[in-house]
């Protein structure tokens, strides 16, 4: 959108700074044009503030019915009535304690972002519209229950196996423990790994749409073990883009994580067994 | 696939070096360039190419080599990147987000290598950790190598005792839980090799295996090298874990490698002290594992420790070694009922190594382990296989070679029962062991007990065995065998008469029983020293009472008789008058007339009899006059009986040639230097004349046949007898008789008839220049001779 608006070669140049910005955390988020920018980073509850300079274009006025600021979808406050500017003028905007319980999120099929959006309305020359970025992520404490997954699967004189995982939720930067104890093998396995998919649902109803993700693919053991083995698990999760879990996300989306363990046999069947794990962000300890 | 296997091979080992060196050159660039993120990526790349199939154990191992250099500059790295600031925790993480397993844990191992140096971290919980994390690798070969791999990093960092990465209280059995637990998961990936693939390719999977061994057994090796591996440590735990292993394995060329590393790489001291616990693991193994091979070398290895010191054999006597291992090897014979008798007879022949070594007084253990055999022997007949025949004469020969003495084996009881199960081309190879042995170290076989005993073991040589046809014989080895005999009875001596008499009686016993082909090998020898031990009881003290005693002179003449006689079944009849001769002799040395006469007679009755042969005769004859001529006993009626008969004989000789000689010889047995009573100058003449008159017939003889003058050379000789009576002064032969001779010697050769004859003018010429010798000598001789003209 912003070529768009950059074609009509605007009268005036708009620039948000935020109050904080030189010491808030910067995080990249990808755009749609693929190109990652650098926007600082909110959780909910924080007040959002800075000011917003428009400065002409050499000496010409920008004359306008009003200006505002909003974030968009919540909130809009006014910061000029109708009027004319000639020189710098520079307004301060907060928007205090705001709400934002869900994380910016960018996904296959839906995207959850966080905007502020300048507007100086004109009459016959159209708005000038300027927007910011800006990330939210919430940070939750360590759930309190947080079990093992642990279980016991097969087919029948064929192959059991019996797995662990040593919790059911993991945030961002854990690693999964565990091991996986073969009962009984039958078939000549080839290798196994482990994969972590991710599952966003958007949609509801009969327009539920559904896509899985493969984000890693992490190889556990060459060869075919014998009844009685036990092979260790450690994934580390730091190096993959992982989110949160996200559950019914405004009614809109759901994003969910699934362990997919794969057998892979020597004629390329493949055996496996997802179990969903819950992922948080936890609060950096800093 | 199967008809370019090799090829392919080549190519995918080709391939796979050509991939390895390609990710290597980035990754030493990413190292030049300090780079970490690259280098952990191509480093991985590399490791890749290790994830093959389809290389077979030596070409796998090739790659790998190349691949281990790589890591080791990598290494390197690593370590410098701590240095520069990163920290080795974190790097130990980084390199496990790679993807694939294996580059994930050959790059693991590394960095944990440089982890330990760095001793940040115990070095028992990284070790642990990479042990643990290596399970994910259940590929036997690509398994193998990587245990191997980290076994080859963690060797020098293990937590040992005065290692620099010694930890707590527990550390040594931390570095032995970590190489057992390495070594017991290598084991496992090794023998499930076995169960993979085809059947058809049994053959070729366990030369593979074969050549993936040391793999493993590096393990055991790394084990004896721990230094704070006591006694204790071994027995509670080291042994007990490795042999578990083992056991549990069940598999065959695992077990048999296992067992034999077990024996080689750990001390001698130990085996001893733990001989229970190891020897009780062979009777589990199974039952296809060659176990004598295994306990065999067990066995020698322990005898060349208790050689190795004296000192050392305390220890053997107090963990009862012999005994254990005798209960062992029952055990195991017991256990494998179908096992070969090569088997059996090699165990027991190490037993018996090991026994010798380490009690060399213990005769009742060798007799208990050769008892042992001949009970496993029992019941299955002699032995067919000439590789368990070699073993029983080893298992034989080990007391001869250790005791270097015969008596020793002859004391053994069971020793001639095991011999019993060999055939009889063994026994003989066996008997000639024995032989062999008594005349290295000339061991005195003393009394008749023994020499029974002895002649009892080695009676392959001594009769003819049932069943053994004589065709099977070599000619030469026979004479080889009966000559060994011989020498055998030559050394057979006892300083008490009495015992020595009944030393060759046992002796007589035994050959004469051994059929004709051996007599004429086995008597002489008897003969002779049964002559050694009159001649010893001529010198003895000649009070003593003779009635009393069994070895009188007069009785061993009797036996020598018998033996003698024993010949005449034989047709040796040359062989028998000799031995008849030389009796004789004896018998004159003893002032035995009667005894002297019978043999003489025995001698002429052989000679008229079973001499037929004109040359045996020639032979004999003057054997005959020679040996009478020495004789003094007789009286003279004997004698002239015993001398008419041998002139007579002489005088009956074929040709004329030999009985002119035979007659002129006769001459010498009617003057005797040194006996008075012989001295008869009428018939010295007599028989000297006689030869002349054959000498004449011989000389017309040739001249009818074949027209021409026959060799003067028995003129010559008879002159020469001639010249010897008439120097000895027997007035008979005169000046003039000499004279006659010598000019019919020279007109016969001179004559027309005669035929050039070189050899007998430089005869009749020399013997012409002694007459003028004795001439010039002057006194009495040369007076004597003054006489005679030449």
Redesign the interface.
């Known amino acids: 959108m912003n070529y768009i608006l950059g074609a009509f070669k605007p009268a005036c140049h708009i620039s948000i700074t935020f109050s904080d910005g030189k010491s808030r955390k910067q995080v990249p988020l990808k755009k749609e044009n693929g190109q990652t920018v650098m926007v600082p980073l909110f959780q909910s509850q924080e007040n959002i503030s800075g000011k917003i300079s428009i400065e002409p274009v050499s000496g010409k006025k920008v004359e306008h019915n009003g200006i505002k600021v909003e974030l968009l979808g919540q909130i809009v406050r006014e910061l000029d009535v109708p009027g004319e500017i000639y020189e710098r003028k520079t307004y301060p905007f907060e928007f205090s304690t705001v709400e934002m319980p869900y994380e910016t999120y960018n996904g296959v099929n839906v995207r959850l972002r966080y905007i502020l959006k300048v507007t100086i309305s004109r009459g016959y020359a159209g708005s000038i519209v300027e927007y910011q970025d800006f990330v939210v992520r919430n940070y939750g404490p360590p759930p309190s229950i947080n079990n093992s997954i642990k279980m016991e699967v097969g087919i029948e004189d064929c192959l059991h196996i019996e797995f662990e995982y040593n919790k059911s939720k993991y945030h961002l930067k854990d690693v999964i423990i565990g091991k996986i104890y073969f009962l009984l093998v039958r078939i000549k ?1 080839k ?1 196994m790994d482990l994969e972590i998919r991710r599952r966003e649902s958007t949609g509801s109803g009969a327009n539920t749409h559904v896509e899985t993700e493969t984000l ?11 009844r009685g ?4 698990i ?1 994934l ?1 999760l ?2 993959y883009e992982l989110t949160p879990t996200y559950r019914n996300i405004n009614n809109k989306f759901s994003v969910k994580y699934y362990l997919n363990l794969v057998l892979v046999d020597e004629e390329d069947r493949r055996y496996f067994k997802q179990q969903e794990i819950t992922m948080f962000r936890l609060g950096e300890t800093s | 696939m199967h008809h370019n296997g090799v090829e392919d091979e080549e190519k995918w080992l080709a391939a796979g070096i050509t991939g390895l060196q390609q990710n290597a050159f980035f990754m030493h660039r990413a190292l030049d360039s300090n780079n970490l993120k690259d280098a952990l990526k191509y480093s991985a790349q590399m490791l890749s190419e290790l994830r093959t199939s389809r290389l077979s154990p030596q070409k796998y191992y090739e790659l790998y080599m190349r691949a281990f250099d790589e890591l080791r500059k990598l290494e390197i790295f690593f370590k410098e990147e701590t240095k520069r600031g990163c920290s080795i925790v974190e790097l130990y993480e980084l390199v496990q987000h790679a993807g694939n397993i294996l580059p994930r844990l050959y790059l693991l191992c590394t960095v944990g290598s440089v982890y330990i140096k760095s001793k940040e971290a115990p070095a028992k919980d990284i070790l642990k950790d990479l042990v643990e994390m290596c399970r994910g690798i259940q590929h036997p070969l690509r398994g193998l190598f990587l245990r191997s791999y980290l076994s080859q990093v963690s060797r020098d960092k293990l937590p040992d005792l005065g290692s620099e990465y010694e930890g707590d209280a527990e550390t040594v059995s931390d570095a032995v839980e970590f190489v057992l637990q390495n070594f017991t998961e290598m084991n496992k990936l090794w023998v499930r090799m076995q169960h993979q693939g085809p059947a058809r390719e049994k053959e070729k999977r366990e030369k593979e295996r074969s050549e993936l061994r040391d793999l493993v057994g590096k393990n055991l090796h790394v084990l004896s090298q721990i230094e704070g591996v006591d006694l204790d440590m071994y027995r509670e735990t080291v042994l007990t874990r490795v042999l578990e292993q083992v056991v549990n394995c069940k598999d065959e060329i695992a077990q048999c490698y296992l067992m034999d590393c077990i024996i080689q790489v750990f001390p001698d001291e130990y085996h001893l002290q733990t001989l229970e616990t190891l020897l009780g693991a062979f009777p589990q193994l199974q039952p296809s594992v060659d176990i004598k091979t295994v306990l065999s070398r067990l066995m020698d290895r322990l005898s060349n420790y208790a050689a190795s010191s004296a000192e050392v054999l305390p220890e053997f006597f107090q963990v009862e070694a012999f005994v254990k291992l005798s209960n062992a090897i029952g055990k195991v014979i017991e256990a494998q009922d179908d096992m070969p008798v090569i088997g059996v007879v090699t165990l027991y022949s190490s037993l018996l190594t090991f026994t010798l070594q380490v009690h060399p007084d213990r005769l009742d253990f060798v007799d208990q382990i050769l008892g042992a055999c001949v009970t496993k022997l029992s019941g299955k007949g002699k032995l067919e296989d000439s590789k368990s025949r070699k073993q029983v004469v080893a298992l034989l020969s080990a007391p001869l070679q250790k005791y270097n003495d015969i008596d020793i084996a002859l004391k053994l009881s069971n020793y001639p029962h095991v011999m019993e199960y060999l055939d009889n081309g063994t026994k003989k190879e066996m008997a000639s062991v024995i032989i062999q042995s008594i005349m290295k170290n000339k061991t005195l076989i003393s009394n008749s007990e023994k020499v029974e005993a002895l002649f009892e073991l080695i009676k392959g040589l001594i009769k003819d065995l049932e069943g053994n046809l004589q065709s099977e014989l070599d000619e030469e080895d026979f004479h080889e065998e009966q000559n060994s005999v011989a020498r055998l009875i030559q050394m057979l001596h006892n300083d008490d008469p009495e015992e020595m008499l009944k030393i060759i009686c046992t002796v007589k016993k035994h050959i004469l029983a051994g059929g004709p082909k051996r007599l004429p090998f086995t008597v002489p020898p008897l003969i002779f020293n049964a002559l050694k031990l009159i001649r010893r009881l001529q010198n003895r003290d000649e009070n003593v009472a003779e009635e009393d005693t069994p070895a009188t002179p007069k009785k061993i003449f009797q036996i020598l008789n018998q033996i003698i006689e024993a010949l005449s079944s034989v047709p040796v009849p040359e062989v028998a008058m000799r031995l008849y001769l030389q009796c004789a002799e004896a018998a004159d040395d003893s002032d035995l007339e009667p005894v002297a006469y019978e043999f003489f007679t025995q001698a002429y009755l052989l000679y008229e009899e079973e001499i037929s042969d004109s040359k045996a005769q020639v032979t004999a004859i003057h054997l005959i006059i020679g040996t009478l001529q020495r004789m003094h006993v007789f009286g003279v009626e004997n004698r002239d009986t015993l001398t008419h008969k041998a002139t007579g004989y002489s005088a009956k000789l074929l040709k004329k040639p030999d009985q002119c000689r035979a007659v002129y010889a006769c001459s010498h047995l009617f003057w005797v230097d040194d006996q008075d009573s012989i001295k008869d100058g009428e018939r010295v003449l007599l028989c000297l004349k006689r030869a002349l008159r054959i000498a004449n017939a011989a000389q017309q003889m040739a001249n009818a046949t074949r027209g021409s003058g026959g060799s003067v050379t028995l003129f010559i000789e008879i002159l020469n007898k001639y010249l010897y009576f008439f120097e000895k002064g027997v007035t008979q032969i005169t000046v003039a008789s000499v004279q006659s001779l010598i000019e019919l010697i020279t007109n016969e050769m001179q004559g027309e008839n005669a035929t050039p004859d070189p050899t007998a003018d430089a005869f009749f010429a020399s013997t012409l220049r002694f007459i003028q010798f004795q001439k010039d000598k002057g006194g009495a001789v040369g007076e004597k001779y003054e006489a005679i003209k030449v």
């Open positions: 396995i290798n890693a693919k992490f190889e556990l053991m060459d060869g075919a073990p014998v083995e036990s092979i260790p450690r580390f730091s190096p």
